[in-house]
Nanobody, 121 residues
Framework: QVQLVESGGGLVQPGGSLRLSCAAS????????MSWVRQAPGKGLEWVSD????????YYKDSVKGRFTISRDNAKNTLYLQMNSLKPEDTALYYC??????????????WGQGTQVTVSS
């Protein structure tokens, strides 16, 4: 069965960095686009970034462009999100999710359990 397990969250000061990881299993990771989605306290789900598998092309939410970098290692079946210059408004539960095909904006069909990122001084 499909499993997505996030890790790497934590408490960080504003301006700090974190690297999230998502270990995938139960499907052919290299055949699908992957996404990061977040949910801030009391708010709805918010898409953060997508990455295709075939060419590695990625898209980002405007507010994280230049600060976050999505990447993937198909040999390790792992998705990453490098987050730099973190702001308090980045505080959220971060989920990785699997697309239903290898395309940006693909609907998502499986989600991990999430990893908490808290940005606070």
């Amino acid at each position: 069965q499909v499993q997505l397990v996030e890790s790497g969250g934590g408490l960080v000061q504003p301006g700090g960095s974190l690297r999230l990881s998502c270990a995938a299993s139960g499907f052919t990771f290299s055949s699908y686009a992957m996404s990061w989605v977040r949910q801030a306290p009391g708010k709805g789900l918010e898409w953060v970034s997508d990455i295709k598998s075939g060419d590695g092309v990625a898209y980002y939410k405007d507010s994280v462009k230049g600060r976050f970098t999505i990447s993937r290692d198909n040999a390790k079946n792992t998705l990453y999100l490098q987050m730099n210059s973190l702001k308090p408004e980045d505080t959220a539960l971060y989920y990785c999710a699997k697309g239903i095909w290898d395309g940006l904006g693909a609907p998502l069909d499986y989600w991990g359990q999430g990893t908490q990122v808290t940005v606070s001084s």
